[in-house]
């Protein structure tokens, strides 16, 4: 395995499906069983998952909604994202357990490295919910730092988009995948990864990132084995 401890980070909007809103539980078991595999070879799994399919923090101050409370509300949504993947992991026999950023009695734990490290030597899974506990940052930022604070050995960014390319090729034909690229070089061409402020805080302390198309079931467990399906950036 080329990995032995990940980061995910999974889009809550991805969780929605067609339906564009709410949670698609056959998108969210596919999620749940292809996580379960890499598990189950021993792999040491965190997830923290965005909850734009529910609330975006960033959307609502467009709808009128203060601007602190509306990124709340977004923490809150990863959290019923996160319940959702807590209860289809029980339901598929895994072992798993949330954390959250901030108490929120008997929702989840409170996170703290040490917690999470112990839910590993219990052969579970973590799922890191709202954010940084902190409104003005995104879930990216989230999950750059809890990749750092756990030493993950990189941050999987599982997409709709099977990497990082020259442009969007949702909207240019001619956009080009890379295999490997450096921060420097991301910056250079001003391709958009994550939110800043994650990115930075990866590049400062050299947190690689992976970005693949996790709605194609098979494919994390390809990232595990090393096999290059995405994009690497370190």
């Given at each position: 395995?080329?990995y032995?401890?990940?980061?995910?980070?999974?889009?809550?909007?991805?969780?929605?499906?067609?339906?564009?809103?709410?949670?698609?539980?056959?998108?969210?078991?596919?999620?749940?069983?292809?996580?379960?595999?890499?598990?189950?070879?021993?792999?040491?799994?965190a997830?923290?998952?965005?909850?734009?399919?529910?609330?975006?923090?960033?959307?609502?101050?467009?709808?009128?909604?203060d601007?602190?409370?509306?990124?709340?509300?977004?923490?809150?949504?990863?959290?019923?994202?996160?319940?959702?993947?807590?209860?289809?992991?029980?339901?598929?026999?895994?072992?798993?357990?949330?954390?959250?950023?901030?108490?929120?009695?008997?929702?989840?734990?409170?996170?703290?490295?040490?917690?999470?490290?112990?839910?590993?030597?219990?052969g579970?899974?973590?799922?890191?919910?709202?954010?940084?506990?902190?409104?003005?940052?995104?879930?990216?930022?989230?999950?750059?730092?809890?990749?750092?604070?756990?030493?993950?050995?990189?941050?999987?960014?599982?997409?709709?988009?099977?990497?990082?390319?020259?442009?969007?090729?949702?909207?240019?034909?001619n956009?080009?995948?890379?295999?490997?690229?450096?921060?420097?070089?991301?910056?250079?061409?001003?391709?958009?990864?994550?939110?800043?402020?994650?990115?930075?805080?990866?590049?400062?302390?050299?947190?690689?990132?992976?970005?693949?198309?996790?709605?194609?079931?098979?494919?994390?467990?390809k990232?595990?084995?090393?096999k290059k399906?995405?994009?690497?950036?370190?």
């Open positions: 395995m080329k032995k401890r990940i980061l995910l980070k999974l889009s809550g909007q991805s969780l929605a499906g067609e339906k564009g809103t709410g949670i698609d539980t056959k998108i969210l078991n596919e999620y749940v069983s292809q996580i379960k595999e890499i598990a189950e070879k021993g792999v040491e799994v997830i923290v998952i965005g909850g734009g399919n529910i609330f975006r923090g960033l959307g609502g101050v467009d709808l009128g909604f601007r602190v409370k509306g990124d709340y509300m977004g923490m809150l949504a990863t959290m019923i994202n996160g319940l959702a993947l807590e209860s289809a992991f029980e339901a598929s026999g895994q072992n798993a357990k949330l954390f959250t950023a901030f108490n929120t009695g008997p929702t989840g734990e409170r996170y703290s490295k040490t917690k999470v490290i112990e839910a590993f030597e219990q579970k899974i973590a799922i890191l919910t709202g954010g940084t506990g902190n409104p003005f940052f995104s879930t990216d930022s989230g999950a750059a730092l809890r990749a750092l604070e756990i030493e993950a050995d990189a941050l999987l960014k599982g997409t709709r988009v099977d990497g990082v390319y020259t442009a969007d090729p949702e909207k240019d034909p956009a080009t995948k890379f295999t490997n690229i450096s921060f420097d070089e991301v910056l250079n061409k001003k391709l958009t990864i994550m939110d800043f402020t994650a990115f930075t805080m990866c590049r400062q302390n050299n947190m690689q990132i992976y970005v693949f198309d996790m709605d194609t079931v098979g494919n994390l467990k990232v595990i084995e090393g399906i995405g994009t690497l950036i370190k």
